[in-house]
């Protein structure tokens, strides 16, 4: 058995000592490690995914409402410079966990995901609590994008003239459609969707850039003059410094909701081509992401808007998610330029179509790896010819039926708290990523595998996990600090936000509850120790399918037939 190891362009193969005669087997530490996790006709994924289609896939998992609009309420709540620190903050802890995952995904690149990685290395009971909350997560935001999307179009067509569940099932149907037609097809559609994401989010930061110079039609240089007047940080439940402080803390929640998501490069690994070389790419590329299209962005819109502009009050209090609600359209109207909401109006409605059906494709593989892992019924790891878990995304799709809740208007207050729900689920699930990391790596320490025979380590080690862990956890803990700061009533009293409350830890205990309930109905099962975590089964057959696939490709590259020159010529290098 033996592990690739990449030195240059991905052809070396260094061969690692394996505990294991032959085969399969599962003989690491003697222990069972549960169901086998190798392919067979019935149950497998196609790898169909390119190198170009999975950097481009990892760019819009970072790109959505979240920062075109999102950034807007964290702009008025707290300051320019409150954004800018929580953005860089947790900024740096998405890559700490893209960096742990990525370390795992290129040693293991197994269908059954992160979920996966969680059950082997860590408990199996862990990685039974993890895909579901990752699933919980994905079946209520793929319908919260059908509806943000419905809510988009009404931007052209009154909610009065036609009901928005006419497009939700449109949007439905379109994406189920997309869902069913292969990895290959996803793959491509996803490409395209997400370059447009690229295009338009560097298209507004070039255009900011020029107002902030000074080149719009008001001529005016702004420079830092809102870091002045009206400030950089602005105060929230209180004066002085705590005020700021608290202001601050509140956009930390907001950052995370924005950066939710960029994990989904852990989903993809299971059909992905040459995994131990597109995902390192995919992962070392999303530093620059963080740093050009969040910190450069809520840079550029802070000295682009003041927080106390009433037109981005007015914008954050409409609750919408179309182009009204845009700081960037605030910033251009302030500089004198109208006429472009309708065009960026447009480009949010490919955002959240592109969030929708990534999203049901996550929530697809997700509950399909926990059926590959046992956790869940096996029809749902069947697949089709071309590789589709159809059970599970016909489920996943029927769930996501209930966007059309927001037929009514008094249900779209439901999709807010969904929202905050989402956002927990999330850090449980960056949370259990970088705890699988640290019993990952102490257990390939204990048993002999060395930094240089891997394909890709985290760069800061485990003290970036440990440090990106604490963090999620105080994060998680009180990110709805402000349910516990009472606020006067009309009658003079004071009210206790118990909705928000409820939403926004039930995760929590959901969470804890599943760990201990699995322990509790499988009693015999233990979590691994450093020396029987199981770090070999199944990784004998995706190194022999590695190596084929390198052989075909330089096969191919000899042969004079090297696809895709146009893209690594003139874009890939880019992205």
């Known amino acids: 058995m033996g592990l690739i190891h990449r030195k240059d362009a991905g052809t070396s193969v260094a061969r690692l000592p394996s505990p294991q005669s032959s085969g399969d ?62 953005y860089s903050i947790v900024g740096f802890i998405v890559y700490m966990v893209m960096c742990a995952l990525g370390e795992m995904a290129t040693y293991l690149p197994i269908q059954s995901g992160f979920t996966g990685y969680a059950a082997r290395f860590c408990d199996p009971a862990l990685g039974f609590s993890l895909g579901y909350t990752y699933w919980f997560k994905y079946i209520i935001v793929t319908p919260n994008q059908l509806t943000a999307a419905a809510l988009v179009i009404q931007y ?30 996803f793959g491509e559609i996803e490409f395209w969707l997400s370059s447009i994401k690229v295009l338009t989010i560097v298209g507004l930061l070039i255009l900011s850039l020029v107002l902030v110079l000074g080149g719009g039609p008001d001529h005016d240089r702004k420079g830092f003059r809102y870091w002045k007047n009206p400030g950089a940080m602005k105060t929230l439940y209180g004066t002085g410094d705590t005020g700021r402080f608290l202001g601050l803390w509140s956009t930390f929640v907001t950052a995370t909701f924005a950066y939710l998501g960029t994990e989904l490069v852990g989903v993809t690994v299971g059909e992905a081509q040459n995994p131990r070389r597109v995902i390192p790419r995919a992962i070392k590329l999303t530093f620059w ?8 962005s809520v840079l550029l819109i802070g000295m682009l808007v003041p927080y106390n502009s009433p037109r981005l009050a007015f914008a954050t209090k409409k609750a919408t998610t179309g182009a009204s609600a845009s700081p960037f359209v605030v910033a251009m109207i302030e500089s004198g330029i109208s006429g472009l909401p309708g065009f960026l109006n447009a480009c949010i409605l490919i955002f959240v179509f592109s969030a929708a059906n990534s999203d049901l494709y996550i929530a697809t593989r997700t509950l399909y790896g926990l059926a590959k892992e046992g956790n869940s019924a096996r029809i749902f790891a069947r697949t089709d010819r071309r590789g589709v878990p159809i059970y599970a995304l016909g489920l996943s799709a029927a769930i996501a039926c209930i966007a059309f809740l927001n037929v009514a208007d008094d249900s779209r207050k439901v999709f807010t708290y969904f929202v905050n729900l989402v956002t927990i689920f999330g850090l449980l699930t960056w949370i259990s990523i970088l705890v699988t990391h640290i019993y990952f790596v102490k257990a390939r320490r204990a048993q002999g595998i060395e930094k240089h025979q891997l394909a890709y380590t985290a760069p800061f080690g485990l003290y970036g996990t440990y440090f990106a862990l604490v963090f999620c956890i105080v994060i998680a803990i009180f990110k709805n600090f402000d349910v516990f700061i009472h606020v006067p009533d009309r009658e003079g009293g004071e009210n206790f936000d118990y909705v928000n409350f409820i939403t926004g830890y039930l995760g929590i205990p959901l969470y804890l509850g599943m760990i201990f309930g699995y322990k509790l109905l499988n009693p015999k099962t233990k979590g691994w120790t450093p020396m029987t975590a199981d770090l070999y089964s199944g990784k004998a057959a995706i190194d022999r399918e590695e190596e084929e ?27």
């Open 156 to 185: 052209w067509v009154p909610r009065e003239k036609v009901n928005p569940g006419v497009f939700i099932a449109v949007f439905l149907v379109a994406i189920v459609l997309i869902n069913y037609l292969g990895i290959k097809f």
């Open 549 to 575: 696939f390198l052989a075909n490709k330089a096969a191919k590259q000899s042969g004079g037939k090297s696809g895709g020159w146009f893209y690594r010529t003139f874009i890939g290098w880019l992205l």
């Open 25 to 86: 087997e599962k003989v690491v530490g003697g222990a069972d490690h549960g169901p086998d996790i190798l392919d067979s006709p019935e149950t497998g994924l196609h790898r169909g995914l390119r190198s170009r289609q999975i950097t481009m896939i990892a760019i819009g998992g970072a790109i959505g409402t979240g920062l075109i609009i999102g950034t807007g309420s964290s702009l008025a709540k707290a300051g320019p410079l409150s954004i800018l620190i929580s």
């Open 289 to 296: 992401r963080i740093v050009v299209f969040y910190v450069l």
